[in-house]
């Protein structure tokens, strides 16, 4: 990818959610190491059955374009695909913004879930060392999405909470 649209688009997705201003160190460093390690290619062990050459040069090609909004049919569309009476957490994100309008985030004990775009500031230092994380382990593919990152979610299990 090349290093100049990255690095716009991250400066985008930062003009686009100002409120992740808090990220934008991590962002830097993402940015940085995508930049220098790249996307993975087949001559790897892990990902020879993969090519992700024209997930490339998708991303490249819509990496400038402005974070979609999503349409009434579009919205639809993805109601329609969440499985009617499930339970539990659905969280639905379109074009890596999250649409809260299709989500069920039922009230639990002990667990709190927050977007990213409402993080209190006490959780932003731990958060942006997080996601900002760019060790080898984290993956290239991670380390991408943290560089454009404009939303998530937090998800946070008190200690000693039991889960279903």
Do not use: H
């Not at 997705?13 to 995508?34: G, K």
């Not at 909004?69 to 890596?96: E, K, N, S, W």
């Amino acid at each position: 990818m090349d290093a100049t649209i990255l690095r716009r688009a991250a400066e985008q997705a930062i003009a686009r959610r100002p409120e992740l201003l808090w990220l934008q160190d991590a962002r830097s460093r993402a940015v940085e190491t995508f930049v220098r390690e790249g996307f993975p290619t087949i001559a790897e062990e892990d990902w020879r059955y993969t090519d992700l050459s024209r997930a490339a040069s998708l991303i490249e090609s819509s990496a400038l374009k402005a974070a979609p909004g999503a349409t009434a049919q579009q919205l639809d569309t993805l109601r329609d695909l969440l499985i009617p009476g499930a339970g539990g957490i659905a969280a639905v994100f379109m074009g890596g913004i999250l649409l809260p309008e299709l989500c069920r985030m039922p009230s639990t004990p002990g667990v709190t879930i927050t977007r990213l775009l409402q993080a209190s500031p006490s959780m932003r230092g731990a958060l942006a060392k997080r996601i900002g994380d760019t060790k080898e382990s984290r993956g290239r593919l991670a380390t991408l999405n943290t560089a454009l990152l404009q939303d998530g979610l937090v998800i946070d299990i008190a200690a000693g909470t039991m889960l279903e």
